[in-house]
């Protein structure tokens, strides 16, 4: 079946430094979602890539699809403490009906 | 507009237990999804459930079940509680098959002693 891993599954970084998580799916996806899941609380849905090779930015946050639409990653520019959480990618197969998650990068931020 | 909700919010049983969870998703969707998340881990999928009936399910064994209600609600049962079932209970909503968006409630955190 279909298999999506995340990498590092934990990151400590200072207030102010950049961090990125990379997402690898075995399968070829049709669609890739962000999701962060603050401590305590829920995943809430970041964003949606849909074609190969797509960028897409949300303020310091960077959304890329790899040209294979195997893998993705998500960069973080400037980290603030309200980073802070657990994030997850979550792909979709061809037919587009099942959402695979990723195990989660948890991010960490020290002031 | 309301969000996923779910009920109960916690609750404590013990080994050999049955629980029953609820969710219900947003006016206007039709696919429930269930997680199970355990303290720190990731989201790992239990169930699919669209327009009423069961489209899909994690690897889990049997005693894990659901039902998705007329209203698109849902239940999550769970048979013979066992420790390692102590965990955050997650359902989402969606609009229907390849339609965007989860849309996840608070969850239902359960532990088993």
């Known amino acids: 079946g279909q298999q999506v891993m995340q990498i590092p599954q934990y990151q400590h970084v200072q207030e102010g430094e950049d961090f990125t998580t990379y997402c690898n799916s075995s399968?070829?996806?049709?669609?890739i979602q962000w999701y962060k899941q603050r401590p305590g609380g829920h995943p809430v849905f970041l964003i949606q890539?849909?074609?190969?090779?797509e960028v897409k930015k949300q303020k310091r946050l960077t959304f890329q699809f790899g040209e294979a639409k195997k893998n993705s990653s998500l960069h973080i520019t400037a980290t603030q403490t309200t980073d802070v959480g657990t994030y997850f990618c979550a792909g979709s197969n061809n037919a587009g009906n099942m959402l695979t998650f990723g195990g989660g990068t948890r991010l960490m931020v020290k002031p | 507009e309301a969000g996923v909700t779910q009920s109960p919010t916690h609750l404590i049983k013990t080994r050999g237990q049955q629980v029953t969870l609820r969710c219900s998703p947003i006016s206007g969707h039709t696919s429930v999804y269930w997680y199970q998340q355990a303290l720190g881990l990731g989201l790992q999928f239990l169930l699919w459930?669209?327009?009423?009936?069961?489209?899909n399910r994690g690897n889990f064994p049997p005693r894990f079940s659901g039902r998705q209600f007329p209203n698109y609600s849902s239940e999550l049962n769970v048979n013979a509680l066992e420790l390692e079932d102590s965990a955050l209970y997650l359902c989402?909503?969606?609009?229907?098959?390849?339609?965007?968006?989860?849309?996840f409630g608070e969850g239902s955190r359960l532990t088993v002693l």
């Open positions: 890539l849909v074609k190969s090779g």
């Open positions: 399968t070829t996806l049709s669609n």
């Open positions: 989402a909503s969606r609009g229907g098959i390849n339609t965007g968006e989860l849309f």
């Open positions: 459930y669209d327009e009423g009936e069961e489209r």
